[in-house]
């Protein structure tokens, strides 16, 4: 958690280590009641990957809000990191996971989104990169209270991607010479026609 300015805009993600390397019960819960004691205005989300669709682990998430709720801990929100592949099935059914985050009273934001591919980039890739992230924007604006969009970077030049996972890469909306893909025509297209309703 780092230091913010008053006035300006407060959120905070005291729970980000994946819920299995919690070093005992209730550190969640003590993270969340401590943010809040430093700073009351703040809104607070835990932060996880690999929970955009219904599965296991965003199951076990929902089962652990809906436990910190219980207790009546400062919780506000959920955030879900949205970062994707294309060698995997796209979370087509992101929008009713968040809706049942949604059910318990909290907001949810797609914080981190990035849809990764095996190099060389080619056209087929490139289109299932388009789709990865328009069903992320698309469970967010079909979610009432989900209240962000977030990408993590925008250009190919600057992304963690290939210093992390060995031979992928061309995760963000533009080229490394800032040529938008068609992942941001996606993105674009889709906001447009969210902006009509």
């Given at each position: 958690?780092g230091r913010r300015?008053?006035?300006?805009?407060?959120?905070?993600?005291?729970?980000?280590l994946?819920?299995?390397?919690?070093?005992?019960p209730?550190?969640?819960?003590?993270?969340f009641?401590w943010?809040?004691?430093?700073?009351?205005?703040?809104?607070?989300?835990i932060?996880?990957y690999n929970?955009?669709?219904?599965?296991?682990?965003?199951?076990?998430l929902?089962?652990?809000v809906t436990?910190?709720?219980?207790?009546h801990?400062?919780i506000d929100?959920v955030?879900?990191?949205?970062?994707?592949?294309?060698?995997?099935?796209?979370?087509?059914?992101?929008?009713d996971?968040?809706?049942?985050?949604?059910?318990?009273g909290?907001?949810t934001?797609?914080?981190?989104a990035?849809?990764?591919?095996v190099?060389p980039?080619?056209?087929?890739?490139?289109?299932?990169?388009?789709?990865?992230y328009?069903v992320?924007?698309?469970g967010?604006l079909?979610?009432?209270?989900c209240?962000?969009?977030?990408?993590?970077g925008?250009?190919d030049k600057y992304s963690?991607v290939?210093?992390?996972?060995?031979g992928q890469?061309?995760a963000n909306?533009l080229?490394?010479d800032y040529?938008?893909?068609?992942?941001y025509?996606e993105?674009?297209?889709?906001?447009?026609l969210?902006g009509?309703?």
């Amino acid at each position: 958690m780092g230091r913010r300015q008053r006035g300006l805009q407060r959120r905070r993600h005291p729970a980000r280590l994946p819920l299995a390397a919690h070093p005992r019960p209730g550190y969640i819960a003590d993270a969340f009641r401590w943010a809040h004691e430093a700073d009351p205005k703040a809104e607070l989300y835990i932060n996880d990957y690999n929970i955009e669709g219904v599965n296991p682990k965003s199951t076990a998430l929902l089962a652990l809000v809906t436990d910190l709720k219980k207790q009546h801990v400062p919780i506000d929100g959920v955030g879900v990191q949205g970062h994707l592949a294309v060698q995997y099935p796209a979370p087509h059914d992101i929008a009713d996971n968040l809706a049942r985050f949604d059910a318990l009273g909290l907001d949810t934001a797609i914080t981190e989104a990035d849809v990764r591919m095996v190099m060389p980039a080619d056209a087929t890739k490139t289109e299932a990169q388009a789709e990865g992230y328009g069903v992320l924007l698309q469970g967010c604006l079909l979610t009432a209270h989900c209240t962000d969009f977030t990408v993590w970077g925008f250009t190919d030049k600057y992304s963690w991607v290939p210093n992390t996972f060995s031979g992928q890469g061309s995760a963000n909306l533009l080229t490394e010479d800032y040529r938008p893909k068609p992942a941001y025509t996606e993105l674009r297209q889709d906001l447009a026609l969210a902006g009509r309703r």
